[in-house]
């Protein structure tokens, strides 16, 4: 069964870091690509940063400079290290991951998991 489980979120002041986690199971986690994404209140879900089996990073502008996505692959986790944080970065952060998985044929797969909270205030 595949399970991706997020961990870390809390509250932080304006300012600070905090470090998600996300732990998966289930699939061949060295060869997908994962993913953060964030849900504010009455707004879209909306990318935050990548990482590909290969390590390779992307970012939305927004958090380039500020988060870093890095991943273990010898204990199947993906992490998000979040530095100054502000109050617009409250939000659910979801862990994702895209790859495929291989039978008689390719197929792509997309897993998410629960999702996190963070919450930036004083």
């Known amino acids: 069964q595949v399970q991706l489980v997020e961990s870390g979120g809390g509250l932080v002041q304006p300012g600070g870091s905090l470090r998600l986690s996300c732990a998966a199971s289930?699939?061949?986690?060295?060869?997908?690509?994962m993913s953060w994404y964030r849900q504010a209140p009455g707004k879209e879900r909306e990318f935050v940063a990548l990482i590909t089996s290969a390590s390779n990073t992307n970012y939305a502008d927004s958090m380039k400079g500020r988060f870093t996505i890095s991943r273990d692959n010898a204990k199947n986790t993906v992490y998000l290290q979040m530095n100054s944080l502000k109050p617009e970065d409250t939000a659910v952060y979801y862990c994702?991951?895209?790859?495929?998985?291989?039978?008689?044929?390719?197929?792509?797969?997309?897993?998410w998991g629960q999702g996190t909270q963070v919450t930036v205030s004083s």
């Open positions: 289930g699939f061949t986690f060295s060869t997908y690509a």
């Open positions: 994702n991951g895209k790859g495929f998985k291989y039978g008689s044929g390719r197929y792509p797969q997309d897993y």
